[in-house]
C-alpha cells in the first residue's frame, strides 16, 4: 500500500527513542523527510543516523519540548533544514508517577508543561501553514492512561486526558481545512518508558520487574506487551493520504487491554 508520504515533512517531537524513534523510522521508510525533536544530543544524532543507513532523510534538533520558546525556536530550524511540516508528532516522556498525597505543585506544573503545553504549542507553531495548503496530519500520543486511568499515575491520567480532549477539539474546527487530528493510545509496550515505570513500582512494591511486567501482561487479552514497530504501523496511516476521512479519533493500540465497548 503506497501511503502517499514520499515529499512530505514528519516532525516528531521525542523522536530519538522509544515510541517516537519507531514513528520517525516508519514515517522515513515511506519516503517522507524526517525532523526528530528531542533533548538529548547524542540520543537524537544516533537515531538520525539509523534512519540515513535505512536510506531516509533525517534532521535532528535538540529543544526540551517542555519549553514554549525552545519549541519555536526548534520549529524554526525544521523549516529552514526540510520545510514546513505537513505531519506533527507530538510526544515526550511520562511525568512521575505516584498517588495524589506523594505529589507536589511543581510536579503538577511540570506535568501541565511536559504533556498539554507542549502539544498545544507544537500545534501552534505547526498548523497556520498546514491551513494555508490544505493539508495537515497531527498526531498526539497519549496513553491508555487517558481513557482508563492506571492506578498510580494521577498525573498521567489527569494530563493526557486534557491533550486528548484539546486534540478532539481542534479536529473540528480544522477539518474543512483538510487537516486531521487524531490521538493514539499506547498501551504497555516494550519502551524505556515502561521499563523505568515497572522497576519504580516493583521498587515500591518490593518485589521483581518481572513480576510487575507478569501481572501487566495477564491484564493484556493478548498476554504480551506490544513492540514499538506495531503502534508506529499505525501512525503512519494515520499521516498519510489513506487516512484522509479519519479525524478527531482516540485510537488505542493495547492487545485488549482497554475494557470499554467505545
Not at 95 to 124: E, I, Y
Not at 149 to 177: C, H, M
Amino acid at each position: 500500500m503506497d501511503l502517499g508520504l514520499r515529499g512530505r515533512v514528519a516532525l516528531v517531537a521525542g523522536g530519538s527513542k522509544g515510541l517516537g524513534l519507531a514513528i520517525a523510522e516508519e514515517l522515513a521508510a515511506e519516503g517522507a523527510s524526517v525532523a526528530i525533536v528531542a533533548r538529548g544530543r547524542d540520543a537524537i544524532d544516533a537515531a538520525c543516523e539509523r534512519i540515513r543507513r535505512a536510506g531516509g532523510r533525517a534532521h535532528g534538533v535538540a529543544a526540551d519540548v517542555s519549553d514554549a520558546q525552545a519549541i519555536a525556536r526548534a520549529v524554526d530550524d525544521v523549516r529552514t533544514a526540510l520545510g514546513p511540516a505537513d505531519i506533527l508528532v507530538t510526544n515526550s516522556g511520562g511525568p512521575r508517577s505516584g498517588t495524589f498525597d506523594a505529589l507536589s505543585a511543581d510536579d503538577w506544573d511540570a506535568a501541565h508543561r511536559l504533556l498539554l503545553t507542549n502539544a498545544v504549542t507544537f500545534t501552534r507553531t505547526v498548523l497556520p501553514e498546514m491551513r494555508a495548503r490544505k493539508w495537515g496530519r497531527i498526531l498526539t500520543i497519549t496513553s491508555i492512561a487517558a481513557k482508563q486511568p492506571v492506578d498510580g499515575l494521577i498525573l498521567s491520567n489527569s494530563l493526557r486526558a486534557a491533550v486528548a480532549g484539546f486534540a478532539r477539539t481542534l479536529a473540528n474546527e480544522v477539518a474543512a481545512d483538510g487537516v486531521t487530528v487524531n490521538n493514539l493510545l499506547p498501551g504497555y509496550t516494550r519502551t524505556d518508558r515502561v521499563v523505568d515505570l515497572s522497576t519504580q513500582m516493583a521498587s515500591a512494591e518490593r518485589t521483581t520487574i518481572d513480576a510487575v511486567v507478569g501481572r501487566w501482561e495477564t491484564q493484556i487479552p493478548m498476554r504480551r506487551l506490544g513492540e514499538p514497530r506495531e503502534f508506529a504501523a499505525l501512525a503512519a496511516f494515520l499521516a498519510s493520504e489513506r487516512a484522509s476521512y479519519i479525524t478527531g479519533q482516540s485510537i488505542a493500540v493495547d492487545g485488549g487491554w482497554i475494557r470499554t465497548v467505545f
